[in-house]
C-alpha cells in the first residue's frame, strides 16, 4: 500500500479503498490505537470542528450501570467481552450505527475488532484512523494524564497491551489485527500543536463543510 506523508505525521495506511473518490459525502471515521497513543484527544478535536462524537465503549458503559457495576478499565474490557460473545464480534459498531445521524459527519473513538470495522463499513463514507505512538512515549503521557483505571505498574501496563494486542477468540480485542485495516494513519509522537496541524491538513482534504 502506497503511504503519502502529511506534515510526517499522517499517512494513508493499510488499506486498499479508494479514499479520493469519498471526499465529497459525508463522513464517518473511526480511530483506533494503543492505550494512551491520543484518540480521545483526536475525537475531541473534530466534536470541537462540529461533528459528532461517540465511542464504542459507551454501549458497554450502558450495560455496566445497568448491571450496577463500576466503570473502570478492566470492566470495561470484560463487559465488552461479554457483549460480543453474546451479540457477536461487531455488536458495539452495530448498536452504534443503529443510533447514530446518517447524514452528520460522526467519529468513533476505540475500534478495537476488525468485526466492529467491517460493520462500520457498511456504510461506504466510512474511513478508519490509526493512532500510532511508541510504547514508552504512550507509558509516560498514560502517567501524566493519570486517568482513572490506567495501571500505574509498568509491568501490569506491559500485560494489559500483550491481552489487548491479539484477540483469544472473537470476543476479545485485536487491536494489531484493527490497526492493519486503517485507512490513515497518525503517528502522534510529537506536540499537541503539531497532532492539531496535522488534523487540519487531513480535514482540509475531506473537502467538505463540517
Same mark, same amino acid.
Given at each position: 500500500m502506497q503511504r503519502y506523508n502529511m506534515q510526517e505525521l499522517a499517512d494513508f495506511g493499510n488499506n486498499n479503498n479508494n479514499f479520493l473518490s469519498r471526499l465529497e459525502c459525508t463522513m464517518l471515521l473511526g480511530v483506533t490505537g494503543r492505550n494512551a497513543a491520543g484518540k480521545t484527544t483526536i475525537v475531541?478535536?473534530?466534536?470541537?470542528?462540529?461533528? =459528532?462524537? /461517540?465511542? /464504542? #465503549?459507551d454501549a458497554i458503559r450502558h450495560w455496566l450501570r445497568e448491571n450496577g457495576q463500576e466503570i473502570t478499565r478492566e470492566n470495561l474490557t470484560q463487559g465488552g467481552r461479554t457483549l460480543r460473545s453474546q451479540g457477536g464480534a461487531g455488536i458495539l459498531?452495530?448498536?452504534?450505527?443503529?443510533r447514530m445521524n446518517p447524514e452528520q459527519n460522526t467519529i468513533i473513538? #476505540? $475500534?478495537?475488532?476488525?468485526?466492529? @470495522?467491517?460493520?462500520?463499513? #457498511?456504510? +461506504? =463514507?466510512?474511513?478508519? $484512523?490509526?493512532? &500510532? @505512538?511508541?510504547?514508552?512515549?504512550r507509558w509516560r503521557r498514560m502517567q501524566e494524564r493519570a486517568r482513572d483505571g490506567d495501571p500505574v505498574d509498568y509491568e501490569f501496563f506491559l500485560k494489559q497491551e500483550d491481552a489487548e494486542a491479539i484477540a483469544e477468540d472473537s470476543s476479545g480485542q485485536a487491536l494489531i489485527a484493527t490497526a492493519n485495516l486503517? +485507512?490513515? @494513519? $497518525? #503517528? &502522534?509522537?510529537?506536540?499537541?500543536?503539531?497532532l492539531y496541524e496535522s488534523l487540519e491538513i487531513l480535514i482540509s482534504t475531506f473537502n467538505q463543510n463540517v
Open positions: 475531541e478535536w473534530f466534536v470541537n470542528q462540529g461533528w =459528532d462524537g /461517540c465511542s /464504542c #465503549s459498531a452495530e448498536m452504534l450505527l443503529d473513538d #476505540s $475500534i478495537r475488532t476488525p468485526d466492529e @470495522v467491517f460493520a462500520l463499513r #457498511s456504510r +461506504d =463514507d466510512f474511513l478508519l $484512523i490509526e493512532v &500510532n @505512538v511508541p510504547l514508552d512515549l486503517s +485507512d490513515i @494513519v $497518525i #503517528s &502522534n509522537h510529537g506536540t499537541l500543536s503539531e
